[in-house]
């Protein structure tokens, strides 16, 4: 199974859309957002996904209420995480890596991803670890995102900026 990862998306619409074209582009079954989504109006942008959407809120986002609203027909957002099944892993999506290292050490979970930070980590271990960046590219001048294959435990980030090119691959 393929899975879309970004997180700290910040109202960056074009980034977002960018976003949106390759995830469906590669046919992913699932994307996990790791919270700070920001406004409602990001909406626009994550209505055309091809496939559902599981997120978090982050620091940032303030306007929870209508934010759910408005994502309810293309996905759900949790509070502070989300615990789940997806090809066969055992996945926990967050948005600030508190307890991180416990976490990833404690073997709960195939998968963690987290955002906040608004840096790209690749973590090995027993638990594989991936931070996909920032997708809106404020802080870093970065616009990244990952693709997740949870067969091989492969995850590939891909810059938004530089046309989608992948600049890093992981394998778990």
Same mark, same amino acid.
């Given at each position: 199974?393929?899975?879309?990862?970004?997180?700290?998306? +910040?109202?960056?619409?074009? !980034?977002?859309?960018?976003?949106?074209?390759?995830?469906?582009? =590669?046919?992913?079954?699932?994307?996990? +957002? *790791?919270?700070?989504?920001?406004?409602?109006? @990001? !909406?626009?942008?994550?209505?055309?996904?091809?496939?559902?959407?599981?997120?978090?809120?982050?620091?940032?986002?303030? %306007?929870?209420?209508?934010?759910?609203?408005?994502? &309810? $027909?293309?996905? $759900?957002? +949790? =509070?502070?995480? #989300? %615990?789940? =099944?997806?090809?066969?892993?055992?996945?926990?999506?967050?948005?600030?890596?508190?307890?991180?290292?416990?976490?990833?050490?404690?073997? !709960?979970?195939?998968?963690?991803?987290?955002?906040?930070? +608004? =840096?790209?980590?690749?973590?090995?271990?027993? @638990?594989?670890?991936?931070?996909?960046?920032?997708?809106?590219? #404020?802080?870093?001048?970065?616009? /990244?995102?990952?693709?997740?294959?949870?067969? &091989?435990? /492969?995850?590939?980030?891909?810059?938004?900026?530089?046309?989608? *090119?992948?600049?890093?691959?992981?394998?778990?």
């Amino acid at each position: 199974m393929k899975l879309g990862l970004m997180a700290d998306s +910040h109202e960056n619409m074009p !980034a977002i859309a960018k976003a949106v074209a390759l995830f469906n582009q =590669e046919g992913v079954a699932r994307v996990l +957002h *790791a919270g700070d989504i920001i406004s409602p109006i @990001t !909406a626009k942008e994550f209505a055309r996904l091809k496939m559902p959407l599981t997120a978090v809120f982050g620091n940032n986002d303030g %306007e929870k209420f209508f934010l759910r609203e408005k994502f &309810r $027909e293309i996905g $759900e957002i +949790h =509070e502070r995480k #989300w %615990e789940g =099944e997806l090809g066969g892993k055992r996945v926990l999506l967050l948005h600030a890596p508190d307890m991180l290292d416990a976490l990833s050490a404690s073997g !709960a979970y195939d998968l963690i991803v987290y955002g906040h930070t +608004h =840096e790209v980590v690749v973590r090995q271990g027993k @638990t594989l670890v991936v931070n996909p960046g920032e997708c809106g590219g #404020w802080l870093t001048g970065r616009c /990244t995102v990952a693709i997740l294959d949870t067969e &091989r435990m /492969t995850a590939e980030i891909r810059d938004l900026k530089r046309g989608q *090119a992948t600049f890093q691959t992981v394998s778990h």
